[in-house]
């Protein structure tokens, strides 16, 4: 009773939840390479006092970049025109949990077009034209926690943290870059493992899929075949910028189940 007088109250104080609108760059974006966007979806437009507040923060920091926000009626939209033909795109419809959808949506967006993409209750204290140089095709960084498959003795003198694993809710490429042709393939090759299993915990389940292990196995994969510096690489957690939760973004989830709580469930069809 107390606790849920309390989560009342905390909700009520954020409420109410405020649209966010799409934002245009005011300055110069000097990379030739990585489109001057950052791409970020959820599952509609609206979002409470202290995120909206934060997610504007992280806008005020990086001038030079457009904000665009999918909803899912956006997104949905977008892989169909763009990707009907390919079977990522049977995939993504057959996703039963949202973050999947969003996992998929951002490979084949910025595959198709180039740019960065944030997860909406992540953010970065340094602005990111900061970790790149003029001729940068990729900006990627690493998770704090080792990845549980030992790397390729090869990848100790190409990846920065070859034993950690890549994290996937901050990321830009440069269109068409050949990490993400890998990762769309890799889940539509490994698509079988998964398709129909009921999960004891649908979550861990998503992350081996879609997620950062199976993002950790394409990057290690790329860099196996080549060393390549226009990669940047920025450390864990942007050499300590990256900000996991924005302040305030658990209000989202007022309107929107948290998909971690599921259990004994089958993460695609």
Not at 168 to 197: D, S, V
Request: with cysteine; proline share 5%; aromatic share 14%.
């Amino acid at each position: 009773m107390i606790r849920a007088t309390f989560n009342k109250l905390r909700i009520y104080k954020e409420l109410p939840m405020q649209q966010l609108l799409d934002s245009a760059a005011t300055q110069k974006f000097e990379n030739q390479l990585i489109a001057p966007v950052v791409y970020q979806t959820w599952e509609d437009r609206y979002f409470g006092k202290t995120h909206l507040k934060e997610i504007e923060g992280f806008r005020a920091l990086n001038p030079n970049l457009d904000f665009k926000l999918f909803d899912k009626v956006q997104r949905e939209a977008y892989m169909r025109e763009y990707w009907s033909e390919h079977p990522i795109f049977s995939i993504y419809m057959h996703s039963q949990f949202g973050p999947m959808k969003a996992d998929i949506f951002r490979y084949c967006l910025l595959f198709e077009r180039g740019g960065f993409y944030f997860d909406i209750s992540k953010g970065c204290s340094a602005a990111l034209s900061t970790f790149l140089n003029s001729d940068s095709t990729a900006l990627i960084s690493f998770e704090s926690h080792d990845c549980f498959i030992p790397p390729n003795p090869i990848l100790a003198d190409r990846m920065q943290h070859a034993d950690k694993q890549v994290l996937q809710w901050g990321m830009g490429f440069a269109k068409g870059h050949p990490i993400l042709l890998r990762m769309i393939e890799n889940i539509c090759l490994h698509y079988t493992l998964f398709k129909n299993i009921i999960f004891t915990n649908p979550k861990n389940a998503i992350v081996r899929f879609t997620g950062p292990g199976m993002f950790t196995k394409s990057v290690r994969e790329y860099f196996e075949a080549q060393a390549d510096d226009s990669v940047i690489q920025a450390g864990i957690d942007f050499n300590g910028a990256g900000i996991f939760a924005l302040e305030g973004s658990w209000a989202r989830y007022s309107s929107v189940p948290f998909y971690g709580e599921s259990k004994h469930q089958p993460i695609v069809l």
